[in-house]
């Protein structure tokens, strides 16, 4: 079993940053590609980013260029750099583990943290 846990949300200004990580427990989480979703209300829950156990990334195409996702195998954990945030990124962020399949679509993971939620404020 894997407990991911989430941190790093608030509420921030259009323009500024928030750095989101994502913290694993489990000896085996290094070795699985792990990715970021959101959910603004209202909405589906939709793929920000993932990454894979040696570091190979991909992202969602309106944030490539904004976001970043990394990792640290040696301390379990996941992280999501945000900057120039936007009102629209408003939403709960989720991390997620261990994938099978598309990385993109929320159904293939196995692993779900509680969220953390971000406000960007206009």
Same mark, same amino acid.
Not at 89 to 92: G, L, N, Q, R, S
């Given at each position: 079993q894997v407990q991911l846990v989430e941190s790093g949300g608030g509420l921030v200004q259009a323009g500024g940053s928030l750095r989101l990580s994502c913290a694993a427990s489990g000896r085996t989480f290094s070795t699985y590609r792990a990715g970021w979703f959101r959910q603004a209300p209202g909405k589906e829950r939709e793929f920000v980013a993932r990454i894979s156990f040696e570091g190979s990334t991909y992202y969602?195409?309106? =944030?490539?260029?904004?976001f970043t996702i990394s990792r640290d195998n #040696?301390?379990?954990t996941v992280f =999501?750099?945000?900057n120039s945030l936007k009102p629209e990124?408003? #939403?709960?962020y989720y991390c997620?583990?261990?994938c099978g399949g598309t990385c993109n679509k929320a159904v293939n993971y196995d692993y779900?943290?509680?969220g953390t939620q971000?406000?960007?404020s206009s």
């Open positions: 969602a195409d309106s =944030l490539k260029g904004r #040696a301390k379990n =999501l750099q945000m990124d408003t #939403a709960v997620a583990a261990r779900w943290g509680q971000v406000t960007v």
